[in-house]
């Protein structure tokens, strides 16, 4: 829709994929890498249950925390053993307690991925795969170091040591350019497209980091009801419909619009450039 507009606009228009944006976050390497530092500004279109001009997003740490203890039978000498499960249960408690001292924003999420080997053999070895969350890069460095404490004294309280891993690339929250922001809200308005709960968080996402490089937005268009919440087996069966086709077309017009609205004016350019430094 933008390509024919190349010359008018004097700009440029690129396409981007991105392979394994899920688990590895590959925005964040290609960030690191350099490939947006030549642009003005990069967005992309993110299906939901609402519309949002432009999405909280929460930054996300994911880590293996591993413990290692002895194993032993347990049944004929568990006193011989030293019990990794036992550290990893005390470590999921201790972050439980540590959620009433967090701000409101943070968040915790974790399961023992493995547990041990078989019910008559003490754990020797046992793991947690940890998700963080906060709405700030800073803080939620700070909460990852508090989990260590927990891991430390998960680990003396059980006679057990730990290690941590980390686990795919850290994503950050993204940064807010109100240029850019007021843009794609007269685009939304243009189409009728009410913006519903702004303030509601949206989750966590690879392209956060992509906007500590260049002015960066995901406004989100609404496909479904209200109650059709994103990631839901609901969810993944509004893809097969009519109703994604449709989402498709309008997504594009989003893209399209916004392009077209902000480089058809130098003020508006020099603007999100501004907005993007002073952030």
């Given amino acids: 829709a933008v390509k024919d507009l190349q010359e008018q606009l004097d700009t440029d228009f690129h396409i981007i994929g991105t392979p394994d944006e899920e688990v590895e976050g590959q925005k964040c390497h290609m960030a690191v890498q350099g490939v947006f530092d030549q642009y003005d500004m990069v967005i ?17 740490l994911i880590r293996d925390y591993h413990f290692y203890g002895k194993a032993a039978h347990a049944s004929a000498a568990p006193w011989e053993g030293c019990n990794a499960l036992n550290a990893a249960q005390l470590f999921l408690h201790a972050i439980d307690m540590l959620r009433q001292h967090t701000t409101a924003d943070a968040q915790f999420h974790g399961i023992i991925s493995h547990g041990g080997d078989f ?25 990852d170091e508090f989990l260590d404490d927990c891991a430390s ?8 040591t730990w290690k941590k891993e980390k686990c795919g690339e850290d994503f950050y929250n993204l940064k807010v350019n109100e240029t850019g922001v007021s843009a794609i809200q007269e685009v939304f308005d243009e189409l009728g497209l009410a913006q519903q709960d702004a303030s509601a968080i ?19 268009l609404k496909i479904g009801d209200d109650e059709t919440v994103l990631h839901s087996r609901e969810f993944e069966q509004l893809m097969h419909t009519d109703k994604a086709v449709s989402a498709l077309t309008q997504g594009a017009k989003i893209l399209a619009y916004t392009a077209a609205k902000i480089f058809c004016d130098e003020e508006k350019i020099a603007a999100m450039q501004r907005d993007f430094l002073k952030g």
Wanted: with cysteine; charged share 15%; net charge positive.
């Fill in 202 to 220: 949206f989750g966590s996402s690879d392209i956060g980091n992509v906007s500590f490089y260049c002015p960066t937005f995901q406004p989100c």
């Fill in 44 to 60: 992309m279109i993110h299906l939901n249950h609402r519309n949002i001009v432009e999405p909280v997003l929460q930054c996300c």
């Fill in 119 to 143: 019910p008559n053999i003490v754990p020797e070895h046992a793991t947690v795969k940890q998700m963080i969350r906060a709405l700030d890069k800073d803080y939620v460095q700070y909460l």
């Fill in 153 to 160: 004294g998960a680990a003396k309280a059980t006679r057990t």
